[in-house]
DNA sequence: TGAATGACGTTTTGCGAATTTTGTCAGTCA
DNA sequence: TGACTGACAAAATTCGCAAAACGTCATTCA
């Protein structure tokens, strides 16, 4: 049967996230999830070929999430501009919060960036085309200046790319001789202006 | 005397390079940089007080280089938006060269980027106040909207940082879905100008 | 007298053995 | 018959120790 299939994967990945969060990525393994579940190892592999596709697929739950906060702030009823300065601080409080607060998520996302770039190539790909959507609005509405809204996009993202990518805004958090989040935000939104 | 230090000093960053060059930055050990210059390793630590200091040295040595070369170009006789696209197209060339071409100068690199936070960040402020110079003469042409030239300099560097800071620069390389450094760098400029 | 060194204590690294973990598969049980 | 498991091979990780590298200092030598 397909949904008590879709049962189980989702029960193993609410248990590894519990777990991973808890004691950490490498810390647990598929015997821990198991046991957690009241479960043989051997009977993880039936719903997921190694360990790595849980990471990956719990991975891509996570990024889900975020995308749906970026939806909804792109459906906001706010001009472009707001929406997409909501988007960044959105994002960077997210990154800032749980990438560098929570160390065992922090491991995680590490592991991630390491690892399984196609998941994650995958989301930008979804925000990158919701931001062009934004951008979409704002040339229309006479907010900015008429250009490629796909590659706007992609240089937009570029441009903050110190407040969202974990890695870097880990890097960049304490440094005196960085802008501020607001400074970055305005001077990429100016990029746009008219 | 203080002369003939300078020269030893010289001497074993010289010797230092060479080794880190061929062998790797790990590979090497103080031992094999006193006898590449037939004295002693006891010899070594009346200069640097430690292997690290010497690798901090040269990391300030060779920034040194990079920032003459951003030098020449804020002053070449073009204007503010031409000087800023070559100056970040020169780094982006040196980053891509020399830190993803030769593989034992990335592991350097690497290190360098995990401990020795200080010689990279005055590099980063030196850099930046010519940048800001660049965009002053902007302004002052009439290329650039008024803005203070100080956030401007640190808004345009964060903005091309994917092309620039080697670690951004190597994950972002093989990328589809990623702005060419060409629209990357028009689009910071367009921030810019009025 | 001060540049230079050999000898030496301390810390780090490298490496093979042992243990853990991953992933497979033949076989059980409902 | 197919969901599930225990037993097991292969791969990865940890651990303990020997070797190497770091950094100090009393001593030598010019």
Not at 33 to 48: E, T, V
Not at 75 to 90: F, K, Q
Request: with cysteine; net charge negative.
């Amino acid at each position: 049967m397909d949904a008590s299939r879709q049962e189980n994967i989702t029960r193993i990945l609410d248990a590894a996230e519990r777990l991973f969060r808890h004691y950490g990525y490498t810390k647990t393994n598929v015997a821990d999830i198991a046991r957690d579940l009241g479960m043989s190892p051997a009977n993880i592999y039936r719903f997921f070929s190694s360990k790595t596709e849980i990471h990956q697929a719990l991975c891509a739950r996570m990024l889900e999430a975020s995308y749906q906060q970026v939806y909804e702030i792109s459906r906001l009823p706010l001009s472009a501009t707001e929406r997409l300065r909501r988007y960044v601080l959105a994002q960077h409080k997210m990154t800032v919060e749980t990438m560098l607060d929570e160390q065992k998520v922090h491991e995680m996302v590490i592991v991630a960036i390491e690892r399984e770039w196609h998941v994650i190539e995958k989301h930008i790909d979804r925000i990158d085309q919701l931001l062009a959507e934004i951008i979409r609005d704002g040339i229309e509405a006479g907010e900015f200046a008429d250009q490629d809204p796909e590659i706007a996009a992609r240089c937009f993202d570029s441009s903050v790319v110190t407040l969202c990518h974990p890695q870097m805004a880990a890097q960049c958090l304490a440094k005196e001789n960085r802008p501020t989040p607001g400074e970055l935000i305005d001077f990429a939104l100016r990029a746009l202006k008219k």
